[in-house]
Structure formats: C-alpha cells, structure tokens
C-alpha cells in the first residue's frame, strides 16, 4: 500500500532552517511528483512547491522563493523540503503529498511534520 | 499568486444538498481542467475528493460531484450527512506552472 511517512516534529529559533523529509513506499517512487503543502494552525492550506520525482524538476511558490528547496533521493525512495530563515510566521504543520498524475490530484498524504518556531 | 476564493462557511440540514463555489482567474480556474478539491478532518490530513474538474477517486462517495462554468469551480455534496462536517478546499494550476489553494470552506450540517 502507498505510504508516505514524514520525520519528526522540529522545534526552531528564528533565522535557523528546517529539513523535513518524506519517504514513499508502496510504489515506484520516480512514477509520481511529490508536491509540499502547510498549514498554520487555524489557517487554509498553502502550496510550497513541487519536484518530479523522475527528473529532479522543481517549481516553488512565488512567496517562497529563494526559501525553499526540494530535492529528492531516488535511491532512498525519499523526497526533502528545506526551508531557510524561519520566522514565527512559518510555524505550521508541513505535509508532503504525492501527485497521482499531472494536475494537482494529491491522493496520499504524508502524515504531517509539526514545526514550531520560537525564540 | 493570490489564494482562490471560497465562502468562509455554508450549512445545510442533513439530506439536502450543498453547493461550495472557487473563484479564481483566467490564469488559473479558467484556464485549465486541474481543479481538485480536498476535504480535511480536524487534525487529519486532506483527502482528494475530486480531481480534474470532475473525476472521483476510487472509494469517494457519490454524493461529492463536481463542475467548472468560466472562472468558478464548484463541489456539490447530495444528501448532506453529519459525517461531511469538515473543511474543504479547491486547488488549482496556474499559469506559472504552481498551484494555489483556495482560502477553505467550513461545511456545518445542521
């Protein structure tokens, strides 16, 4: 069965960075984009980004830009988000998600990594 | 990219019918087929409902449909039942090759 499973909660000062991974199982891994959404708490859904697992494409969101990084291991079945210079706006949970083909059709979800900004 | 619009809040008794609108753009809504929408649980992860405009995953209920008319997109949910109470959200591709959220529905059955 499909499975994506994040690392652990973080707990960050301002201005650190944070690198959150999402190993996939289940499926062949280079068949399927893997896209980084968050959610601050009590607040919508936000798109980070998106790699294609296959090739190593990347596109971010115009707001993040410069912050965020995707990247992927294709040996390790394992997709990466970091992001820089954290601020307490960034605190939220962060899901990875995996595209079931080309159009933004998220069908699992990784379980969520909670990130806690504080000083 | 500015957020899709969706109405804060709707409700309706259970067994009636509700329909969640999403405004966007000719750069994104309008534009293509790639509209989904996701139902979120307090404390859960999303779960497609529909992708491409209209399609249902294997396992998604009947009753969740959707449709497209110009810049709107819209979830319909027939025979509203205690179990739908949740949040929900649109997505759409952009013309930047990125995606935006809508700013989410809180649906209520009364």
């Known amino acids: 069965q499909v499975q994506l499973v994040q690392s652990g909660a973080e707990v960050l000062t301002p201005g650190a960075s944070v690198k959150i991974s999402c190993k996939a199982s289940?499926?062949?891994?280079?068949?399927?984009?893997i896209h980084w959404v968050r959610q601050a708490p009590g607040q919508r859904l936000e798109w980070m980004g998106w790699?294609?697992?296959?090739?190593?494409?990347?596109s971010y969101s115009q707001t993040l830009q410069g912050r965020v990084s995707i990247t992927r291991d294709t040996s390790a079945s394992t997709a990466y988000m970091e992001l820089s210079s954290l601020d307490s706006e960034d605190m939220a949970v962060y899901y990875c998600?995996?595209?079931?083909?080309?159009?933004?059709?998220?069908?699992?979800w990784g379980q969520g990594t909670l990130v806690t900004v504080s000083s | 990219q500015s957020a899709l619009t969706q109405p804060a809040s709707v409700s309706g008794s259970p067994g009636q019918s509700i329909t969640i609108y999403c405004t966007g753009t000719s750069s994104d809504v309008g534009g293509y087929d790639y509209v989904s929408w996701y139902q979120q649980h307090p404390g859960s992860a999303p779960k497609l409902l529909i992708y491409?405009?209209?399609y249902r995953p294997s396992g998604v209920s009947h009753r969740f449909s959707g449709s497209k008319s110009g810049n709107t997109a819209s979830l319909t949910i027939s025979g509203l039942q205690a179990e739908d109470e949740a949040d929900y959200y649109c997505?759409?591709?952009?013309?930047?090759?990125?995606?935006?959220f809508g700013t989410g529905t809180k649906v209520t059955a009364l």
């Open positions: 790699i294609i697992a296959g090739n190593g494409l990347t």
């Open positions: 997505n759409s591709f952009t013309s930047s090759r990125t995606y935006v």
């Open positions: 289940g499926y062949t891994f280079t068949s399927h984009s």
């Open positions: 491409d405009v209209t």
């Open positions: 998600a995996r595209e079931l083909n080309e159009g933004g059709n998220f069908d699992f």
